[in-house]
């Protein structure tokens, strides 16, 4: 799969909206997932997914607060300066057309593509 990182100070729903626009993909908030984390215990990821037939997107916010003690933590921590990461599985596609409609949308301040297998807690995206 492919992974952008977005800067964007929106609130996700705003956020999944405006990319639904843009990329003609429909988002749809799901049942947060929750994650143990060794060193921040417990936190809660709030996400988006659109699938279709060819296509896979989903949209996670990067900070993640633990609900006990009220500490934040980080689905990516090596990319701490990144409020969303974008994910998309897609048969067809043109990873540079992805990016050029993605800065189009007013509430992103900056999005950069990551090589995935060069990201250290790329398995915290597994859910």
């Known amino acids: 799969f492919e992974l952008y990182g977005i800067i964007s100070s929106s609130k996700e729903y705003k956020l999944a909206w405006a990319l639904n626009k843009r990329l003609e993909i429909h988002l749809v908030k799901q049942e947060d ?3 143990n984390f060794l060193k921040e215990g417990s936190v809660t990821v709030s996400n988006y997914l659109f699938e279709s037939g060819n296509s896979k997107y989903m949209l ?17 921590p090596e990319l701490q300066k990144f409020d969303f990461f974008l994910t998309r599985k897609e048969v067809m596609g043109d990873e540079s057309k992805i990016i050029s409609k993605i800065k189009e949308i007013p509430l992103v301040d900056f999005v950069s593509r990551f090589p995935v297998n060069e990201i250290k807690s790329k398995e915290n995206l597994i859910f």
């Open 33 to 35: 997932v929750h994650l």
């Open 60 to 76: 996670f916010r990067n900070k993640l607060f633990n609900q006990i003690d009220n500490k934040s933590a980080f689905l990516l």
